[in-house]
């Protein structure tokens, strides 16, 4: 008898402390919305720093690393007049808003600091590495690494970052790096690009984990507009966040863990509000 007890005991356990059918636990509401704002500023220094990686793809392939370089300074200089410019071999030192005249890239307005080097322009092994100080739109400022590679058959660009991102409103401060691949979206680079692979970093909430599922991000929005990201929570929880268009500003996002389900609607500012 007593090992029956025991048995039921153990059958019992997971349902007692709150355990969906698949041994999984859900995040509360208030959790939910924590990991959202998390997202949602991950997100946003993701497009930060894509935006001024596509800025240094626009170069001649197949020249040597400082022709290259050179040409890249002259196509930056064209499309934002007002950076100060610096080539040493290689390496293109930019400092936006030194001087009068646009800042503006793909939706994004810049200040701060980006340096870039290309290491090799060659057909088939395109590498320019970034580091960014204090690199910023306004929203979010960026500090920190990246390594891009690519090749004149492939379309899609790896990129693998190391960074220290704040957002500006309050100062909070995030630390992390991440492994993924984009290409253009709907073929056009003007619109946005889709990605696929990790990011992770800690915040003052803990560790985070995020998977990134074939999602298709435009320049002026902070979330995905679709795909879909599965995350690691510092609560031992985990979510999958999938991302619908409601109009051109708002994305509703829902996120699904253990038999739980929340609805949130994500404006182009990045406000984040009840669905319901």
């Known amino acids: 008898m007593k090992k029956r007890t025991s048995v039921v005991l153990l059958f019992l356990l997971p349902f007692v402390f709150g ?96 340096s870039i080097t290309v290491v090799s322009a060659s057909a088939g092994n395109l590498v320019v590495d970034h580091v960014w100080e204090d690199l910023s739109n306004g929203r979010i400022s960026v500090t920190g690494i990246a390594t891009v590679t690519w090749s004149s058959e492939d379309s899609s660009r790896n990129v693998v970052h190391e960074l220290i991102w704040t957002r500006i409103i309050d100062g909070k401060v995030t630390t992390g790096g991440g492994d993924r691949t984009h290409t253009v979206l709907n073929g056009s680079l003007f619109e946005g690009f889709s990605s696929d692979g990790n990011r992770y970093w800690t915040s003052d909430r803990g560790d985070w984990d995020l998977d990134i599922d074939n999602v298709e991000i435009r320049w002026e929005d902070p979330v995905p507009q679709s795909g879909t990201y599965t995350l690691d929570t510092p609560f031992d929880k985990s979510a999958s966040l999938s991302f619908a268009r409601l109009d051109d500003d708002t994305i509703e996002v829902t996120i699904a863990s253990g038999e739980e389900e929340f609805s949130f609607e994500v404006s182009k500012i990045g406000t984040v509000s009840d669905s319901d």
């Open 19 to 114: 355990f969906g059918k698949c041994g999984e636990e859900a995040l509360t509401s208030s959790e939910a919305l924590q990991s959202l704002e998390e997202v949602v500023l991950s997100t946003q220094m993701t497009v930060l720093t894509s935006g001024s990686v596509e800025i240094a793809t626009n170069f001649t392939i197949g020249q040597a690393a400082q022709a290259a370089a050179e040409e890249l300074g002259v196509f930056i200089e064209t499309q934002m007049p007002c950076a100060e410019i610096t080539l040493v071999d290689a390496t293109l030192t930019i400092e936006y808003g030194v001087h009068p005249g646009n800042c503006e890239y793909n939706g994004q307005e810049y200040s701060g600091s980006h």
